[in-house]
């Protein structure tokens, strides 16, 4: 039974793996307009290969900034978001204009897309977050640091057995030969990964031109008014 789940769970990664994804994204302000996109195997391989590349928390937020702009250029050449420009005055009244309402529910969409497969280790994805100044209203996707997974310690390398141990075994009764035998040093512990789980942190796609990295920024300091000066 244990043989048949665990065949089972390798069918059903392999098949996700394999799978395409769909979803909607929106534009023209306020998701005025949606068009449905859809990324092919080969363009996810891409960002799970980005993603699975981080080995901390830091690095994986890093990589998501990366990821987002790539799923954005697919989505690019299936609608008219490629006209997008960082902020809202560079691209006004164009096709495919994105505010930060646009940019905050796709952006949430994608980052969902890559947590619904299992590639994110080291996040969560949130609900949009809504910051306010004066009679100014921003909008963001949001993701939340988790627990670290337990860090996996590496065995030391096996030491070589000298040559004349085993002529002498031949030879002999001579079990204190073994002695000379080295022995390996203990595995040393595995190294600490610090954590701040529990922290959050903006993902900001509506401060950069189309397919550009995000900016990830602790959603703290989001809220204070930081990230560019883009209008």
């Given at each position: ?150 860090a996996v310690p590496v065995p030391p390398a096996a030491a070589p057995v000298p040559d004349h141990v085993a002529v002498l075994l031949a030879l002999c009764d001579c079990p204190d030969v073994l002695d000379d035998i080295p022995r390996p040093p203990p595995a040393a512990p ?42």
């Amino acid at each position: 039974m244990r043989a048949c789940s665990v065949a089972a769970l390798v069918a059903l990664w392999s098949g996700l793996a394999q799978a395409d994804a769909s979803l909607a994204v929106c534009f023209n302000y306020s998701c005025a307009a949606t068009a449905t996109v859809r990324f092919e195997p080969q363009r996810l391989e891409a960002v799970r290969a980005v993603l699975a590349a981080a080995s901390a928390a830091a690095a994986e937020r890093a990589a998501l900034a990366r990821a987002v702009g790539l799923l954005y250029r697919v989505a690019g050449e299936q609608s008219p978001i490629i006209a997008d420009r960082g902020g809202n005055y560079l691209d006004e009244g164009v096709d495919g204009r994105m505010d930060c309402i646009d940019h905050s529910t796709t952006t949430t969409r994608l980052l969902e897309l890559v947590e619904a497969r299992g590639w994110l280790r080291f996040h969560r994805v949130l609900a949009p977050a809504r910051r306010t100044r004066f009679v100014f209203q921003h909008f963001s996707a949001v993701i939340e640091e988790i627990e670290a997974p337990p860090a996996v310690p590496v065995p030391p390398a096996a030491a070589p057995v000298p040559d004349h141990v085993a002529v002498l075994l031949a030879l002999c009764d001579c079990p204190d030969v073994l002695d000379d035998i080295p022995r390996p040093p203990p595995a040393a512990p595995p190294a600490p990964n610090p954590t701040q789980a529990g922290a959050r942190f903006a993902v900001d796609s509506w401060f950069v031109d189309h397919g550009d990295p995000a900016v990830v920024l602790p959603l703290a300091e989001w809220l204070k008014g930081e990230g560019p000066n883009v209008q």
